[in-house]
């Protein structure tokens, strides 16, 4: 276990742009929304994010995430495959899913190298790396970072911030919104993160959840899209 120092540095590290782990290619549908003309100003887009936290990020990868960290810390690798079978099985776009996984396989293998897993972690990586599991990348986030130290909230709270971040640069670099607004935007969705996750953070893997029908669908008409400078 860390000290707090650290494991704060830890969760700072986890959710940077800067982790190789290809998460800055993925806009989760997003850039569909822009595609069809969706989002006009800077207050929509936030309302979107907003929605994006309450009804993916929070019932379902918090929860996912919370319950993989709390898995890991007791060694219980049993508990966290079939976390990461229910998240797999409730994401319904492909593309969110491939994301998804690629993030989470990039995760285990970085972490994996520089032995920075305990035992579980390490049986969950192998897994991972042998196609016996979806390897979800908030499933990966909360294993990685309970032996970094991260506590589940500070995991949780990590991974949401990085979400949003991650798509707020994809709608920067899509050319629609500046860095100043996107700095609002940013600082406008803390209270709603920490809602979500205080909220979602002592959930049972059973209610994991996710209610997001036109993100979805915009998850899936990207995949057939004439422009597509993401993933996802």
Not at 107 to 129: I, S, T
Not at 198 to 207: F, T
């Amino acid at each position: 276990m860390g000290s707090e120092p650290a494991a704060f540095l830890s969760a700072l590290r986890l959710s940077d742009s800067f982790l190789p782990v290809g998460g800055y290619t993925a806009s989760y549908g997003l850039e569909q929304y822009l595609n069809e003309g969706r989002l006009e100003d800077g207050e929509e887009l936030r309302e979107l994010l907003a929605a994006y936290l309450r009804r993916l990020v929070g019932p379902a990868e918090t929860v996912a995430l919370a319950n993989a960290n709390r898995a890991s810390a007791a060694g219980d690798l049993e508990g966290i495959l079939a976390v990461d079978e229910r998240l797999h099985a409730l994401t319904m776009p492909r593309e969110f899913r491939e994301s998804a996984t690629k993030a989470g396989a990039k995760l285990c293998e970085l972490f994996l190298e520089d032995g920075e897993l305990d035992a579980a972690g390490v049986a969950f990586a192998r897994r991972v790396a042998d196609g016996e599991t979806p390897g979800g990348y908030p499933v990966a986030f909360g294993v990685v970072a309970r032996r970094q130290g991260v506590e589940p909230l500070e995991a949780a709270l990590a991974h949401a911030h990085g979400f949003v971040t991650g798509l707020l640069g994809a709608a920067q670099r899509l050319g629609r919104f500046g860095h100043t607004e996107i700095q609002a935007i940013l600082e406008a969705l803390q209270p709603t993160i920490v809602a979500v996750c205080e909220r979602h953070v002592d959930a049972e893997p059973a209610a994991m959840a996710s209610f997001a029908p036109l993100a979805e669908i915009m998850g899936m008409r990207h995949e057939r899209g004439e422009r597509r400078l993401f993933v996802s």
